[in-house]
C-alpha cells in the first residue's frame, strides 16, 4: 500500500467479518475456505493427505483499511504495519442448554446430572486460552488437556493459528473431528437424541478474532474485530444450499435496519444473472445429492415465458416474515424442513428478500440480462467478498439445528453493522453452543426424514457414483455399502466419505476410503491414569 494511501487510514476491520473453517483429522495438511464469491479453489493434491487423512479447511483473515467516510482504502499489509492477531476459540457445546428447536428455547442444561453431584463446570468446557501470533511468533496451536477431569490422550488440539509473514494475513484451523466420552459404557450415544449427548464432546468450536495494527509511521488504528466459526467438513463443497448464511444473514441486516431493502425503491429491477439466476441453480443441484428433489426441483434454467416463471413461482412457499411461524401456500420448493419441525410437516422457505426477487421475476419486472451461461466471474478479493463467499458455503436453514451454527445468529444475537457479530455481546463459544453434541449424530439422524431432506449440500443423501446406475446412499457403512452408518460409525469413520464434485458427468461421489485404516481413528481419547501426552509447548 502506498504511503498516501496509509495516511487516508482512519479505521479498520477484518474480513471475513465471520470466517469458516472446517474439521479434517489430517494432522498438518490443510486447504483455505472460499475468498470470492462464486469461485471454488479446489485444495492442492485434493481433499486428502498422502496417508487419506481429511484435510482441514482454513479460514484465512485480512485487516483492510478505511478513510474518514468509511469507504475502503486497501488491504494493510505486512510491509504496511505491524500486525499482531489474537484469537480465543472455545467449545462450550457441553454446558449449552439441550437443543430443542426454535420453539422450546429453554431446555434443561447437557450434563445437569453431573454437574449436580458437585463437579465444577469448568471440566466440561475446552478452552485453551488466549493465544497471539505476529512476524516475530508466527504459529500456536491451542491445545486442550482434559474433558470432565479425565486426561486426553494424546492432548486435544482444538485449532492452530498461523501468521502469513510475506502478507501478515491470519490462518486459522479448527480441530481434527475428534469427538468422544471418557466412559463409553456409561454415555452411550444411543440414549441420547440426535444433538444432546451427555459426556460427550467434540472438537468444533468459536471465537473472537482481533488485530492490533501500528501503521509504519507509527499510529496505532481501531480494528474492528471478526469472528470464526470451526464446522463440520462439507462434503459437496461446489453446492450451496438454497438458502445460504448470507441470504439469512443479509435480511437480518434488513429486518434489523442495519442495510437498506432494494425493493424500498420503486425503480429497483432485480437482475435474472446476479439475483434470480443462483437460487434457480441451486435448487438444480440438489439433485446431484438428493434423488427425491426432482419433484418441483428440476427445471429449464433461463428468463422464461410468463406461464414458464409463474410455474416455477408457484413452488415456492410464501415467507411468514417471522421465524416461529410457518410460511403458506402449497409449493414444496425448497424441498427441506422448516426451522419449526412440527407434527405436521412444514417445508421450509426462501427469505422474504428472495421471494420478493422471484416474485419480481415472475411478474416480469427483471432485467433480462442472460446470454444463456452464467455470468462471468470476478477473481478479485474485495472486503465485502471475502465476508459473502464464506457464508454463502454455509446453511441458512433451516436451524434444526443447522451445520455450522443456529438459529440464535439469525433471531438472538446482536451485529454491529452487516454480517458482523457484536463482540461486547458474545463470548467464544457462544455461537457453536447449540449445535450437536456430537456433531456427527446430527450427520447421521438430520439426512432425509419423510417427507423432506435437511443439508444435502453439506453432507449428501444420495449420490451419483462413477460408473454406476442410478443413486446410492452417501453415507453408507464400511466395508458392506448397505443402508446407513450408525452414529458409533459415523464418529470413527466420517473422514473416509466421499466428496461429491463436478465432472463431465455432473457431480459424482468421488474419495472414498474403503480401506480400513490401520489405526481407526477416533480411538483411545483418554488416558485415566495419568497424563501421559506431550505437553502442550506454548502454555
Given at each position: 500500500m502506498e504511503s498516501s494511501k496509509c495516511g487516508r487510514i482512519r479505521t479498520a476491520r477484518i474480513h471475513p467479518a465471520i470466517g469458516i473453517a472446517r474439521l479434517?483429522?489430517?494432522?498438518?495438511d490443510w486447504f483455505l475456505g472460499p475468498e470470492v464469491p462464486g469461485v471454488y479453489q479446489f485444495p492442492e493434491l485434493g481433499f486428502r493427505d498422502a496417508k487419506n487423512a481429511l484435510k482441514r479447511q482454513?479460514?484465512?483473515f485480512r485487516v483492510f483499511g478505511y478513510d474518514e467516510l468509511d469507504r475502503p482504502v486497501g488491504e494493510i499489509l505486512e510491509r504496511d504495519a505491524t500486525i499482531e492477531w489474537r484469537v480465543h476459540l472455545k467449545n462450550t457445546k457441553a454446558v449449552g442448554r439441550k437443543f430443542s428447536g426454535v420453539l422450546n428455547p429453554n431446555e434443561d442444561q447437557r450434563n445437569a446430572a453431573w454437574l449436580k453431584a458437585g463437579n465444577d463446570e469448568n471440566k466440561l468446557i475446552l478452552d485453551p486460552g488466549v493465544h497471539n501470533v505476529s512476524n516475530t511468533d508466527s504459529e500456536r496451536r491451542l491445545l486442550c488437556e482434559e474433558f470432565m477431569a479425565v486426561p486426553f490422550k494424546p492432548v486435544l488440539e482444538l485449532g492452530r493459528l498461523f501468521y502469513e509473514r510475506d502478507t501478515g494475513r491470519l490462518i486459522v484451523l479448527g480441530g481434527r473431528g475428534r469427538s468422544g466420552t471418557p466412559d463409553k459404557k456409561k454415555y452411550l450415544l444411543s440414549k441420547g437424541d440426535f444433538a444432546n449427548h451427555d459426556g460427550w464432546f467434540d472438537d468444533t468450536s468459536d471465537g473472537v478474532v482481533t488485530a492490533n495494527v501500528t501503521l509504519a509511521n507509527g499510529r496505532n488504528i481501531y480494528v474492528k474485530p471478526a469472528w470464526v466459526v470451526v464446522g463440520p467438513p462439507k462434503f459437496a463443497p461446489e453446492l450451496q444450499t438454497i438458502v445460504t448464511l448470507y441470504d439469512t444473514l443479509h435480511q437480518v441486516a434488513i429486518d434489523r435496519g442495519n442495510m437498506a431493502n432494494p425493493f424500498s425503491d420503486p425503480r429497483f429491477l432485480p437482475s435474472f444473472s446476479r439475483d434470480v439466476y443462483p437460487i434457480l441453480r441451486r435448487a438444480d443441484h440438489m439433485r446431484w445429492v438428493f434423488s427425491k428433489s426432482d419433484?418441483?426441483?428440476?427445471?429449464?434454467?433461463?428468463?422464461?415465458?410468463?406461464?414458464?416463471?409463474?410455474?416455477?413461482?408457484?413452488q415456492f412457499?410464501?415467507?411468514?416474515?417471522?421465524?416461529?411461524?410457518?410460511?403458506?401456500?402449497?409449493?414444496?420448493?425448497?424441498?427441506?424442513?422448516s426451522d419449526l419441525y412440527l407434527e405436521f410437516p412444514v417445508n421450509g422457505t426462501v427469505t422474504p428478500y428472495q421471494y420478493c426477487v422471484l416474485e419480481s421475476w415472475a411478474a416480469g419486472n427483471f432485467v433480462d440480462d442472460w446470454d444463456g451461461k452464467p455470468p462471468a466471474l470476478s477473481f478479485d478479493v474485495t472486503p465485502s467478498g471475502l465476508d459473502r463467499a464464506a457464508l454463502e458455503a454455509c446453511v441458512g436453514a433451516a436451524f434444526f439445528p443447522g451445520i455450522e451454527v443456529s438459529w440464535k445468529i439469525r433471531d438472538v444475537f446482536r451485529y454491529v453493522e452487516p454480517f458482523r457479530l457484536d463482540p461486547e455481546s458474545l463470548s467464544p463459544g457462544d455461537v457453536s453452543q447449540q449445535m450437536s453434541l456430537p456433531w456427527q449424530t446430527d450427520f447421521v439422524d438430520c439426512a432425509y426424514e419423510d417427507p423432506y431432506v435437511w443439508w444435502p449440500a453439506q453432507r449428501p443423501?444420495?449420490?451419483r457414483r462413477v460408473g454406476k446406475v442410478g443413486y446410492s446412499v452417501w453415507a453408507r457403512p464400511f466395508p458392506s455399502g448397505e443402508g446407513d452408518m450408525g452414529a458409533e460409525e459415523m464418529v470413527k469413520d466420517f473422514y473416509r466419505l466421499g466428496h461429491v464434485l463436478r465432472s463431465t458427468d455432473g457431480f459424482l461421489e468421488v474419495g472414498r476410503i474403503e480401506e480400513q485404516?490401520?489405526?481407526?481413528?477416533?480411538?483411545?481419547?483418554?488416558?485415566?491414569?495419568?497424563?501421559?501426552?506431550h505437553k502442550p509447548k506454548d502454555r
Open positions: 479434517g483429522n489430517s494432522e498438518d482454513g479460514a484465512r419433484v418441483a426441483h428440476t427445471f429449464a434454467i433461463g428468463p422464461g415465458s410468463p406461464d414458464e416463471r409463474e410455474h416455477v413461482f408457484r412457499r410464501i415467507p411468514s416474515g417471522h421465524p416461529k411461524q410457518p410460511g403458506t401456500g402449497t409449493g414444496r420448493m425448497p424441498y427441506v424442513w443423501i444420495d449420490v485404516p490401520e489405526v481407526p481413528f477416533n480411538e483411545q481419547n483418554f488416558e485415566k491414569h495419568g497424563f501421559e501426552a
